[in-house]
């Protein structure tokens, strides 16, 4: 992923969010050869998909909650038909209120999930008001 596609990501979470006020503000971009093929945002709704990766994740025993992470709802979103994730990139982004970056790194349960698709590479931002790039998480 190039810095202009993640500019014009960045430029793309800011106007999902001046129409979708939640708590946090995260969204994740699934994005196939250079093309935004999918993406999501957290929910305070419950999801079934969310409870399954948190049961297939150890040490989340004790994890009560159960709501939509922008990961888990990006995957949802993606055709059905989709296999190709080994050339499929992600990048998770999140803002605070003042405009910079607030940490998107993927929480265990999601990252056993990601892991399971085996993306090429995840990017995310983080408090240094920067992107990292991770190809595992």
Request: overall charge positive; hydrophobic content about 35%.
């Amino acid at each position: 992923m190039n810095k202009k596609l993640i500019s014009k990501l960045i430029m793309l979470y800011d106007d999902i969010y001046t129409e979708r006020p939640y708590r946090l503000k995260m969204v994740c971009f699934i994005v196939y050869k250079g093309k935004i093929l999918s993406w999501g945002v957290n929910s305070d709704k419950t999801s079934t998909a969310q409870h399954y990766w948190r049961t297939k994740t150890k040490g989340t025993e004790n994890y009560i909650y159960d709501k939509r992470h922008a990961e888990v709802d990006a995957i949802n979103k993606l055709p059905h038909d989709f296999k190709d994730f080994k050339k499929a990139e992600l990048l998770i982004v999140s803002k605070k209120k003042d405009g910079n970056f607030r940490l998107a790194k993927p929480c265990p349960i999601c990252q056993t999930m990601l892991a399971t698709y085996n993306f090429k590479a995840i990017y995310y931002t983080t408090y240094e008001n920067k992107i990292r790039k991770e190809f595992k998480c």
